[in-house]
């Protein structure tokens, strides 16, 4: 299970999260939307322990352990990985050496060299990626669209349990779309993984059903529905969905 309680936190004096909580259990998929600006991929900085966010209440707790303070390699090993909203790209390494790494450090196996090249062209196959990627240095002249696949070429192999998204839906034309909420989809029913979904546009669930859907709002959660939440805002806006303290529309 994944918690976050009673969550505040600040970047050069100004609180963005203010006693933020929210719980996933195993294998749900959960989405946060909210409007620009409001928090979003701080939460998702934050849970994998950016060092520029300063946290001065709560608590982030993965099965049953505090990571609020782990370093961001040890959050991984622990299974929680997090596709940023622009992923960067690292020159000099290539996606075969990081990933080659990164399961030698995750698994004490020693890694099956064909299974592993298997897995990466299996997985660009079912990405619709140029498996050219794979022996290219890590999102270097790679497309917005590109560059979200390279992403999830790194989940086929790493296999994380709980997989963060933060608006993979950007940069993606609805091609892409497709293709990678499909590939989403499978990978979510063969780990069982848990999934938080950052977006602002409905789109993307029409193609993964989340369990919940929540919004965000003045650095806490201020709304929880299904999907329907979701088609709700896409014709209202976030304004009149955001409830006061008195239980009334802003
Ligand atoms: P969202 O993802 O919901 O669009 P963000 O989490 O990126 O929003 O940003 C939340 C707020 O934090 C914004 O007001 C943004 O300007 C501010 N912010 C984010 N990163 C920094 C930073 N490195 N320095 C100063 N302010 C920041
Ligand atoms: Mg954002």
Known sequence: MFKVSNLTAYIENKKILDGFSLEINDGEIHTIMGKNGIGKSTLCKIILNDPHYEIKAGDIIYNNKSILKKPTYEIAKEGIMLISQNPTSIEGVTNMEVLRTALREKSSENINIFKFNKEMEDACARLELDPKFIHKEVNVGASGGERKK????????????????DEIDSGLDVDALKVVANFINE???????????????????????PNYVHILSEGKIV???DHHLAEEIETTGFRSNIIDENGKSE
């Open 223 to 225: 709304k929880t529905g």
């Open 187 to 209: 990978y979510h029913k063969e780990s069982k993984c848990s999934i938080l979904i950052i977006t602002h546009h409905k789109q993307i669930l029409d193609y993964i059903k």
């Open 150 to 165: 390279i992403e999830l070429l790194h989940v086929a192999i790493l296999k994380p349990s709980f997989l963060i998204l």
